[in-house]
Protein backbone atom coordinates (compact mmCIF):
# COMPACT_ATOMS: atom_id res chain seq x y z
CA UNK A 1 0.00 0.00 0.00
CA UNK A 2 1.14 3.66 -1.16
CA UNK A 3 1.83 5.79 2.36
CA UNK A 4 1.75 9.15 2.09
CA UNK A 5 4.92 10.08 2.57
CA UNK A 6 5.58 7.74 -0.71
CA UNK A 7 3.12 10.26 -2.60
CA UNK A 8 4.92 13.37 -1.31
CA UNK A 9 8.39 11.67 -2.35
CA UNK A 10 7.28 11.21 -5.08
CA UNK A 11 5.43 14.38 -5.67
CA UNK A 12 9.05 15.91 -5.13
CA UNK A 13 10.69 13.86 -7.65
CA UNK A 14 8.67 15.23 -10.05
CA UNK A 15 11.23 18.03 -10.34
CA UNK A 16 12.94 15.31 -12.10
CA UNK A 17 13.60 15.58 -16.14
CA UNK A 18 11.40 12.15 -16.88
CA UNK A 19 14.26 10.71 -18.41
CA UNK A 20 15.89 10.37 -14.90
CA UNK A 21 13.25 9.16 -13.13
CA UNK A 22 12.98 6.10 -15.51
CA UNK A 23 15.72 5.18 -14.30
CA UNK A 24 16.38 6.14 -10.59
CA UNK A 25 13.25 6.86 -9.26
CA UNK A 26 12.25 3.60 -7.54
CA UNK A 27 15.66 3.10 -6.14
CA UNK A 28 15.64 7.12 -5.14
CA UNK A 29 12.00 5.88 -3.30
CA UNK A 30 13.39 3.03 -1.93
CA UNK A 31 16.41 5.06 -0.25
CA UNK A 32 14.71 8.00 0.93
CA UNK A 33 11.63 5.15 2.79
CA UNK A 34 14.21 2.62 4.08
CA UNK A 35 14.64 3.99 7.54
CA UNK A 36 10.92 5.41 8.53
CA UNK A 37 8.83 3.24 10.29
CA UNK A 38 5.85 2.71 8.10
CA UNK A 39 3.13 3.32 10.76
CA UNK A 40 4.20 6.58 10.76
CA UNK A 41 5.03 7.23 7.41
CA UNK A 42 1.68 9.05 6.95
CA UNK A 43 2.53 11.69 9.27
CA UNK A 44 6.31 12.59 8.12
CA UNK A 45 7.37 15.04 5.08
CA UNK A 46 10.38 15.33 2.76
CA UNK A 47 12.84 17.45 5.04
CA UNK A 48 13.64 20.89 3.16
CA UNK A 49 17.10 19.22 2.49
CA UNK A 50 15.85 16.52 0.77
CA UNK A 51 13.54 18.51 -1.52
CA UNK A 52 16.61 21.32 -2.22
CA UNK A 53 18.47 18.21 -2.84
CA UNK A 54 16.01 17.26 -5.60
CA UNK A 55 16.13 20.81 -6.58
CA UNK A 56 19.50 20.77 -7.46
CA UNK A 57 19.70 17.26 -8.76
CA UNK A 58 17.01 18.29 -11.56
CA UNK A 59 18.75 21.24 -12.13
CA UNK A 60 21.90 19.33 -13.42
CA UNK A 61 19.82 16.47 -15.18
CA UNK A 62 18.64 19.15 -17.23
CA UNK A 63 21.99 21.06 -18.01
CA UNK A 64 23.45 17.23 -18.34
CA UNK A 65 27.09 16.88 -19.82
CA UNK A 66 26.47 13.12 -20.38
CA UNK A 67 23.95 10.33 -20.34
CA UNK A 68 20.94 12.17 -20.94
CA UNK A 69 18.94 12.51 -24.22
CA UNK A 70 20.50 14.87 -27.14
CA UNK A 71 17.81 17.71 -25.75
CA UNK A 72 19.22 18.02 -22.34
CA UNK A 73 23.14 17.71 -23.79
CA UNK A 74 22.31 21.03 -25.97
CA UNK A 75 20.64 22.88 -23.22
CA UNK A 76 23.74 22.20 -20.94
CA UNK A 77 26.44 22.52 -23.44
CA UNK A 78 24.73 25.97 -24.43
CA UNK A 79 24.28 27.28 -21.05
CA UNK A 80 27.80 26.72 -20.04
CA UNK A 81 29.48 28.72 -23.43
CA UNK A 82 26.90 31.08 -22.61
CA UNK A 83 28.01 31.76 -19.07
CA UNK A 84 32.07 31.33 -19.80
CA UNK A 85 31.59 34.09 -23.17
CA UNK A 86 29.65 36.42 -20.84
CA UNK A 87 32.00 36.18 -17.51
CA UNK A 88 35.07 36.72 -20.22
CA UNK A 89 33.35 40.34 -21.45
CA UNK A 90 31.93 40.92 -17.91
CA UNK A 91 35.98 40.94 -16.21
CA UNK A 92 37.61 42.43 -19.53
CA UNK A 93 35.14 45.63 -19.14
CA UNK A 94 35.41 46.01 -15.43
CA UNK A 95 39.21 45.80 -15.44
CA UNK A 96 39.41 48.08 -18.78
CA UNK A 97 36.69 50.62 -16.75
CA UNK A 98 38.71 50.74 -13.51
CA UNK A 99 42.13 51.08 -15.44
CA UNK A 100 40.98 53.77 -17.44
CA UNK A 101 39.34 55.52 -14.91
CA UNK A 102 42.58 55.28 -12.56
CA UNK A 103 44.59 56.79 -15.55
CA UNK A 104 42.68 59.38 -16.05
CA UNK A 105 42.63 60.45 -12.32
CA UNK A 106 46.23 60.45 -11.68
CA UNK A 107 47.43 61.66 -15.26
CA UNK A 108 45.40 65.33 -15.22
CA UNK A 109 46.14 66.81 -12.24
CA UNK A 110 45.15 66.61 -8.00
CA UNK A 111 41.49 68.13 -9.03
CA UNK A 112 40.67 65.13 -10.81
CA UNK A 113 42.71 62.78 -8.31
CA UNK A 114 40.72 64.70 -5.38
CA UNK A 115 37.45 63.52 -7.15
CA UNK A 116 38.17 59.98 -7.91
CA UNK A 117 38.90 59.70 -4.00
CA UNK A 118 35.53 61.77 -3.19
CA UNK A 119 33.45 58.55 -4.90
CA UNK A 120 34.58 56.73 -1.41
CA UNK A 121 34.73 59.06 1.01
CA UNK A 122 31.63 61.24 3.02
CA UNK A 123 29.04 59.10 2.80
CA UNK A 124 29.10 57.67 6.40
CA UNK A 125 30.99 54.64 7.31
CA UNK A 126 28.54 52.39 5.58
CA UNK A 127 28.05 54.42 2.05
CA UNK A 128 31.87 54.15 2.12
CA UNK A 129 31.75 50.54 2.33
CA UNK A 130 29.26 50.35 -0.09
CA UNK A 131 30.98 52.37 -3.11
CA UNK A 132 34.55 50.46 -2.11
CA UNK A 133 32.85 47.66 -2.62
CA UNK A 134 30.94 48.45 -5.77
CA UNK A 135 33.90 49.27 -6.85
CA UNK A 136 36.38 46.49 -6.10
CA UNK A 137 33.51 43.56 -6.23
CA UNK A 138 33.54 43.47 -10.00
CA UNK A 139 37.14 42.73 -10.10
CA UNK A 140 35.86 38.84 -9.43
CA UNK A 141 34.67 38.55 -12.62
CA UNK A 142 38.66 38.34 -13.76
CA UNK A 143 38.86 35.93 -10.40
CA UNK A 144 35.82 33.94 -11.68
CA UNK A 145 36.86 33.56 -15.46
CA UNK A 146 40.48 32.24 -14.85
CA UNK A 147 39.36 30.30 -12.00
CA UNK A 148 36.57 28.24 -14.36
CA UNK A 149 39.22 27.86 -16.95
CA UNK A 150 41.40 26.18 -14.36
CA UNK A 151 38.85 23.95 -13.10
CA UNK A 152 38.57 25.59 -10.28
CA UNK A 153 34.67 25.77 -10.49
CA UNK A 154 33.53 26.45 -6.68
CA UNK A 155 35.90 29.55 -6.78
CA UNK A 156 34.19 30.93 -9.90
CA UNK A 157 30.73 30.03 -8.37
CA UNK A 158 31.80 32.53 -5.34
CA UNK A 159 33.62 34.70 -7.25
CA UNK A 160 30.80 35.59 -9.77
CA UNK A 161 28.40 36.02 -7.00
CA UNK A 162 29.85 38.63 -5.21
CA UNK A 163 31.14 39.90 -8.74
CA UNK A 164 27.17 40.63 -9.45
CA UNK A 165 26.23 41.96 -6.37
CA UNK A 166 27.00 45.62 -6.83
CA UNK A 167 24.18 45.86 -9.36
CA UNK A 168 21.45 44.90 -7.07
CA UNK A 169 22.50 48.31 -5.11
CA UNK A 170 20.31 50.79 -7.55
CA UNK A 171 17.23 48.72 -6.27
CA UNK A 172 18.38 49.36 -2.46
CA UNK A 173 19.72 52.88 -2.58
CA UNK A 174 15.82 54.56 -3.29
CA UNK A 175 14.40 52.63 -0.12
CA UNK A 176 17.43 54.12 2.04
CA UNK A 177 17.44 57.36 0.76
CA UNK A 178 15.47 60.21 -1.00
CA UNK A 179 18.42 61.19 -2.83
CA UNK A 180 19.76 58.82 -4.55
CA UNK A 181 18.53 59.02 -8.52
CA UNK A 182 16.60 55.89 -9.38
CA UNK A 183 16.57 54.88 -13.00
CA UNK A 184 14.86 51.49 -13.16
CA UNK A 185 15.60 50.72 -16.93
CA UNK A 186 19.47 51.05 -16.57
CA UNK A 187 19.25 49.01 -13.00
CA UNK A 188 17.58 46.63 -14.44
CA UNK A 189 19.72 46.05 -17.28
CA UNK A 190 22.46 46.19 -15.31
CA UNK A 191 21.64 43.28 -12.94
CA UNK A 192 19.94 40.92 -16.06
CA UNK A 193 23.54 41.20 -17.83
CA UNK A 194 25.28 40.44 -13.88
CA UNK A 195 23.01 38.31 -12.60
CA UNK A 196 21.85 35.52 -15.70
CA UNK A 197 25.52 34.80 -16.34
CA UNK A 198 26.60 34.18 -12.33
CA UNK A 199 23.63 31.69 -12.16
CA UNK A 200 24.51 30.49 -15.77
CA UNK A 201 27.37 29.25 -14.38
CA UNK A 202 26.67 28.00 -10.96
CA UNK A 203 24.34 26.19 -12.49
CA UNK A 204 25.53 24.75 -15.74
CA UNK A 205 29.22 24.13 -14.93
CA UNK A 206 28.26 21.44 -11.94
CA UNK A 207 30.58 18.80 -10.49
CA UNK A 208 29.09 16.52 -13.32
CA UNK A 209 29.96 19.02 -16.22
CA UNK A 210 33.27 18.98 -18.22
CA UNK A 211 36.33 21.40 -17.81
CA UNK A 212 35.69 24.61 -19.47
CA UNK A 213 37.43 25.22 -23.18
CA UNK A 214 37.61 28.23 -25.07
CA UNK A 215 37.06 28.18 -29.00
CA UNK A 216 40.38 29.25 -29.61
CA UNK A 217 43.13 30.72 -28.02
CA UNK A 218 44.40 30.66 -24.42
CA UNK A 219 42.78 31.82 -21.67
CA UNK A 220 44.89 34.90 -21.48
CA UNK A 221 45.28 35.46 -24.74
CA UNK A 222 41.81 35.58 -24.87
CA UNK A 223 41.39 37.84 -22.57
CA UNK A 224 44.11 40.61 -23.25
CA UNK A 225 42.45 40.27 -26.76
CA UNK A 226 39.32 41.49 -25.01
CA UNK A 227 40.31 43.96 -22.74
CA UNK A 228 42.21 45.93 -25.61
CA UNK A 229 39.39 45.77 -27.91
CA UNK A 230 37.09 47.01 -24.77
CA UNK A 231 39.58 49.75 -23.95
CA UNK A 232 39.67 50.92 -27.65
CA UNK A 233 36.35 51.25 -28.02
CA UNK A 234 35.92 53.49 -24.83
CA UNK A 235 39.02 55.29 -25.73
CA UNK A 236 37.89 56.24 -29.66
CA UNK A 237 34.30 56.94 -28.76
CA UNK A 238 33.46 60.84 -29.37
CA UNK A 239 31.36 60.87 -26.23
CA UNK A 240 31.01 59.27 -22.49
CA UNK A 241 30.47 55.84 -22.52
CA UNK A 242 27.60 53.83 -21.09
CA UNK A 243 28.20 50.47 -19.00
CA UNK A 244 26.78 48.82 -22.15
CA UNK A 245 29.13 50.49 -24.86
CA UNK A 246 32.28 48.41 -24.09
CA UNK A 247 30.78 44.67 -23.66
CA UNK A 248 28.51 45.32 -26.46
CA UNK A 249 31.72 46.44 -28.83
CA UNK A 250 33.79 43.54 -27.79
CA UNK A 251 30.62 40.84 -28.40
CA UNK A 252 30.70 42.81 -31.83
CA UNK A 253 34.40 41.52 -32.48
CA UNK A 254 34.35 38.64 -31.08
CA UNK A 255 31.41 37.22 -32.28
CA UNK A 256 32.69 38.07 -36.01
CA UNK A 257 36.29 36.42 -34.91
CA UNK A 258 34.19 33.43 -34.13
CA UNK A 259 32.23 33.36 -37.35
CA UNK A 260 35.58 33.65 -39.00
CA UNK A 261 36.92 31.02 -37.32
CA UNK A 262 34.08 28.50 -37.68
CA UNK A 263 34.27 29.10 -41.59
CA UNK A 264 37.98 28.48 -41.58
CA UNK A 265 37.31 25.46 -39.23
CA UNK A 266 39.15 26.40 -36.24
CA UNK A 267 36.41 26.53 -33.80
CA UNK A 268 36.92 23.96 -31.28
CA UNK A 269 33.69 24.18 -29.28
CA UNK A 270 30.72 21.90 -29.31
CA UNK A 271 27.69 22.55 -31.88
CA UNK A 272 26.21 24.94 -29.37
CA UNK A 273 28.51 27.64 -29.63
CA UNK A 274 26.64 29.53 -31.83
CA UNK A 275 23.17 28.92 -29.85
CA UNK A 276 25.31 30.47 -26.67
CA UNK A 277 26.47 33.62 -29.00
CA UNK A 278 22.76 34.14 -29.96
CA UNK A 279 21.68 33.88 -26.35
CA UNK A 280 24.29 36.40 -25.62
CA UNK A 281 24.13 38.33 -28.31
CA UNK A 282 20.20 38.71 -27.85
CA UNK A 283 20.87 39.75 -23.85
CA UNK A 284 23.62 42.61 -24.40
CA UNK A 285 20.64 43.95 -27.33
CA UNK A 286 17.82 44.20 -24.80
CA UNK A 287 20.84 46.02 -22.18
CA UNK A 288 22.19 48.28 -24.76
CA UNK A 289 17.94 49.12 -25.83
CA UNK A 290 16.88 49.26 -22.38
CA UNK A 291 20.31 51.35 -21.54
CA UNK A 292 19.94 53.66 -24.30
CA UNK A 293 16.24 53.98 -24.15
CA UNK A 294 15.63 56.69 -21.40
CA UNK A 295 17.79 59.09 -23.06
CA UNK A 296 17.43 59.27 -26.33
CA UNK A 297 16.28 62.91 -26.50
CA UNK A 298 19.33 63.81 -24.44
CA UNK A 299 22.02 62.26 -26.08
CA UNK A 300 24.98 64.34 -28.04
CA UNK A 301 24.40 63.48 -31.44
CA UNK A 302 27.62 61.14 -32.40
CA UNK A 303 27.33 59.25 -29.53
CA UNK A 304 23.27 58.28 -30.23
CA UNK A 305 24.67 57.60 -33.45
CA UNK A 306 27.05 55.08 -32.26
CA UNK A 307 25.18 53.42 -29.68
CA UNK A 308 22.35 53.00 -32.37
CA UNK A 309 24.96 51.93 -35.09
CA UNK A 310 26.32 49.42 -31.87
CA UNK A 311 22.47 48.38 -31.86
CA UNK A 312 22.27 47.46 -35.42
CA UNK A 313 25.03 45.80 -35.40
CA UNK A 314 24.31 43.41 -32.75
CA UNK A 315 20.31 42.34 -33.81
CA UNK A 316 22.46 41.47 -37.46
CA UNK A 317 24.88 39.46 -35.49
CA UNK A 318 22.19 37.81 -33.80
CA UNK A 319 20.13 36.74 -36.10
CA UNK A 320 22.78 35.52 -38.01
CA UNK A 321 24.50 33.20 -35.22
CA UNK A 322 20.42 32.17 -34.54
CA UNK A 323 20.87 31.09 -37.95
CA UNK A 324 23.89 29.29 -38.02
CA UNK A 325 22.85 27.42 -34.28
CA UNK A 326 19.52 26.43 -36.13
CA UNK A 327 21.77 24.71 -38.72
CA UNK A 328 23.68 23.55 -36.38
CA UNK A 329 21.35 22.08 -34.06
CA UNK A 330 19.86 20.24 -37.24
CA UNK A 331 23.01 18.81 -38.86
CA UNK A 332 25.21 17.90 -35.98
CA UNK A 333 25.05 14.93 -33.19
CA UNK A 334 25.91 16.51 -29.50
CA UNK A 335 29.63 16.01 -28.96
CA UNK A 336 31.75 15.95 -25.72
CA UNK A 337 32.53 19.67 -25.02
CA UNK A 338 35.95 20.46 -26.19
CA UNK A 339 35.94 18.38 -29.62
CA UNK A 340 34.79 18.76 -32.84
CA UNK A 341 30.70 17.66 -33.15
CA UNK A 342 29.91 14.54 -35.39
CA UNK A 343 28.45 15.41 -38.26
CA UNK A 344 25.54 13.19 -39.98
CA UNK A 345 25.90 12.10 -43.57
CA UNK A 346 23.84 12.81 -46.17
Known amino acids: MTTLLETRYRTVLRLLPAYYRREREEEMVEVYLW ?18 SVAALA ?19 AVRHFALFAVLLQAAAAVVDRVLGLTWAATHG ?17 GNVVEVAAWVLPLLWTVAYFALLHDRRRLAQVSVLLAALPTLSPFAA ?25 LALCAAHHRDAPRAVLPVGTPGLAFAACSVVSGASVVVLPAMPDAAWAPATCFVVGALGWLLLRRRGADRS ?23 YPWLGLLPGAYLGSALGQAAALTLLTVALAVVARRDLAAR ?10 TRGR
Open 35 to 52: DIDQETQDQSRPTLGEVA
Open 174 to 198: PLVSELEPWDPWFATAGALFAWLPA
Open 110 to 126: GRDWDMFLSGFTGRGPL
Open 270 to 292: AACGAVALAALGLLLLAVRVATL
Open 59 to 77: MRSRLAATGAPRPYLLLGS
Open 333 to 342: RPAPEGRPPV
